[in-house]
């Protein structure tokens, strides 16, 4: 790493890239994720917006949040997108990252070829998924990246199922059989980890992907001072594990000390409210199993038995929860 | 200037060599793939400059494609039916983001029913994109508008995309003789292309942003505009063109023996050939026959037709693909045209699929148009060939 290359929240600055004044919801995981990796790309940026809450909420003619060079096309294409640009931008000499900013939907499921075709032919690019776990640019559907049991309005809470019933699709594995040059998970609650890694990827050359999760207040039915407070929680259950893959070679960047329960992160959500002793113990034991796959041996199988059933979580009536 | 025997496919490619397009996105599919083929082996030879893109679907190389255009380098892609139908979506993207990217449309049959065949119902659901749309007769015609492509696209009052389209097989596998341009001569014709505005960070603009219903309609007539302004500048880089290398193809259309002519066929791509010996033919038998080679889909030639149809007895339009229960596309835009002009018109479809069409045929089509004025009891639409079931 060399010198001027920002490695903590102290050094980081403040010239914004994407600026106020956007549409986002108060608490948006995506805003926060997108305004910090800005910052941090600085102005030799392109950037290229599938269709998305991102950019209907940035970029409404004839304004734009973006300081850079800005383009948005259609929902599936942007591993192909950035593609073009970049080979056009290098073929007119000009250097600085060609970055792809896509959401969950637009990423695990109908954008899911077009990113696999650049990361298997190594484009030169940055592509970076915001995840908030549904497609919530179009009122909150569940995608490949919802997680187990969670209410959406495609996975409704009813009397005969409630909340999705298969697990969230594992991106990163996807993108790591492609054996990219720098692949990452981020949080938004952890700045140092995320301000490396975007650094990171900032400076390395061949295909990157980076991985956010970004809270999403209305889609999550939850409060929108605790977006950060949430994330944060996300690591501690390992719901979201924080780890990188270079050379060939994936590892932890943060551990937690032990793993909390999971209900303690579904708690602060309305969309995992119904969610019976049941499917919480089978998200639990799926979770332990996850926590071993991304930690190893040698850490102590947290409190699986884990949920004890005193803080039961029903169904209570109202599949939108009144949040 | 150097004579080749070409497929009409291999003359695209030399084409786009000769206009030294720098980024190229490709896609394998029949028929167009010897285009590709051929690119590719000038690029690893050393002998054209250019990323060739291998992207994962033709949606990607549309889309790779716009990323490139965007990106301010001339650009160049090659489809055919299917791979046009998996653009469909990217299409739209193209023209109002005036992004002059030309692509080769080799027309083949659109499943079901499947078939890699001739026929132009994978290219005439596109007039509605905004691609300017120009159908080629043959290799040379398609090395030349490849060229005058670029030089119409990428003008200032037109920046608009052109989709060239060819007749599959027919023409994009069978070798004729070529004549292929100096690329001295090339570099004279069409300059290097000079983006207005591109996606360069040390000039950020954004491209392509939701659109409020408060500016679309603005939008979408300058684009109107542009297409309409595009029909003056086919006719002088037509022009141009035949100064430069001594070969015109008559802008948006080409008319043959019309001058006197009291009959007439509208005719598309290869099958203007096959009509063109059947005039010859009635000709040398004393009938006033005539015979019109629509060249441009988009931007349509509405004023060239009404002039070149004005005092016909009749007329006939020739369409390689129907619109079920509505006419071919050519017929009802060709009636649309010549509204109110008198004179009866009536459709003639045929080679769906890529079935043959033959001088005889042609002659066919001639008498029925002809009749159609004398029995007066008229059928506004014939199939050729139609095998129907008896009893």
């Known amino acids: 790493m060399t010198a001027d290359e920002i490695s903590t929240i102290k050094e980081m600055p403040n010239n914004d890239y994407f600026v106020s004044g956007h549409g986002a919801c108060p608490g948006c995981g995506v805003a926060i994720a997108v305004n910090n990796i800005m910052r941090i790309l600085g102005s030799d940026t392109t950037v290229y917006v599938p269709a998305s809450c991102l950019i209907v909420f940035s970029a409404l003619y004839p304004t734009s949040a973006f300081r850079t060079p800005l383009l948005f096309t259609a929902f599936e294409n942007t591993g192909a997108v950035i593609t073009g640009i970049k080979a056009a ?168 000390h032990t793993m909390r329960p999971v209900t303690e992160y579904l708690h602060m959500q309305g969309r995992f409210r119904h969610m019976d002793n049941d499917d919480l113990n089978t998200l639990q034991r799926w979770l332990c199993a996850k926590w071993y796959y991304h930690y190893g041996h040698d850490v102590e199988q947290p409190a699986c038995a884990i949920y004890n059933g005193e803080k039961e979580l029903h169904f209570d009536g109202d599949p939108l929860h009144g949040v | 200037m150097v004579m080749k025997a070409l497929s009409a496919d291999h003359a695209v490619a030399w084409g786009v060599r000769l206009a030294k397009a720098e980024v190229i996105p490709a896609f394998p599919i029949t028929p167009q793939t010897l285009i590709m083929e051929l690119l590719a082996e000038f690029i690893s030879n050393g002998e054209l400059d250019a990323d060739l893109i291998p992207a994962e679907s033709e949606h990607s190389v549309m889309s790779v494609a716009v990323g490139a255009s965007a990106g301010g380098v001339r650009t160049f892609t090659a489809t055919a039916s299917q791979g046009l139908a998996l653009m469909h979506e990217m299409l739209y993207a193209v023209p109002q983001n005036r992004l002059p990217i030309v692509m080769v449309n080799v027309n083949r049959t659109l499943g079901a029913a499947g078939g890699i065949w001739a026929e132009h119902n994978d290219s005439m659901p596109e007039r509605e994109s905004g691609w300017m749309q120009v159908y080629v007769e043959d290799s040379q015609e398609a090395l030349d508008m490849t060229l005058q492509a670029y030089r119409i696209a990428e003008d200032e009052r037109v920046l608009l995309p052109v989709m060239v389209c060819l007749d599959g097989f027919i023409l994009s596998h069978t070798v004729e003789k070529v004549e292929v341009p100096e690329q001295g001569e090339v570099d004279a014709f069409l300059p290097a292309f000079v983006p207005r505005s591109s996606l360069d960070p040390s000039e950020p603009v954004m491209m392509n942003p939701i659109v409020p219903p408060e500016y679309t309609t603005e939008m979408r007539y300058q684009l109107d505009r542009a297409m309409d302004d595009s029909r003056n500048v086919v006719h002088q880089v037509d022009e141009a063109f035949k100064a430069a290398f001594g070969r015109g193809y008559g802008g948006l259309i080409d008319e043959y023996m019309m001058d006197d002519a009291e009959f007439a066929l509208i005719v598309l791509g290869t099958a203007a050939s096959t009509a063109r010996a059947a005039v010859d033919e009635l000709r040398a038998e004393g009938r006033k026959v005539g015979l019109i080679k629509l060249r441009f889909m988009r931007p349509f030639p509405h004023d060239e037709l009404r002039r070149a149809c004005s005092g016909l007895k009749a007329l006939g339009v020739f369409d390689r693909s129907v619109s079920f229960n509505r006419y071919g596309p050519v017929f009802t835009e060709v009636s649309g045209s010549l509204c109110g002009s008198g004179v009866p018109i009536t459709d003639h479809i045929g080679g769906l699929g890529g079935r043959d069409i033959t001088v005889r045929d042609m002659r066919k089509v001639f008498s029925l148009i002809e009749a159609s004025v004398e029995e007066g009891k008229v059928k506004r639409v014939y199939w050729h060939g139609l095998r129907e079931a008896k009893g």
Request: hydrophobic share 35%; with cysteine; charged share 25%.
């Open chain 1, 89 to 256: 931008q290098r073929r007119r000499g000009i250097e600085g990252t060609v970055v792809g900013i896509a959401g969950d939907g637009g990423t695990f499921d109908i954008g899911l070829q077009a990113l696999s075709g650049a990361a298997e032919r190594q484009e030169d690019v940055l592509y970076i998924c915001v995840d908030n776990e549904a497609y919530m640019n179009t009122g909150i559907q569940r995608s490949g990246s919802t997680p187990f049991g969670a209410w959406t309005t495609t996975t409704p809470v009813g009397k005969v199922t409630q909340g999705k019933r298969q697990m969230k699709k594992d991106v990163m594995d996807l993108v790591i059989a492609h054996d990219p040059e720098y692949a990452a998970t981020l949080s938004i609650a952890h700045y140092n980890d995320f301000i490396r890694k975007v650094e990171k990827a900032k400076h390395k050359s061949g295909f990157r992907f980076l991985h956010v999760l970004t809270p999403c207040v209305p889609g999550w039915r939850t409060e929108a001072s605790k977006s950060v407070e949430i994330a944060k929680l996300a690591v501690e259950t390992g719901m979201w594990t924080l780890f990188e893959y270079e050379e060939g070679e994936a590892r932890s960047t943060y551990k937690p």
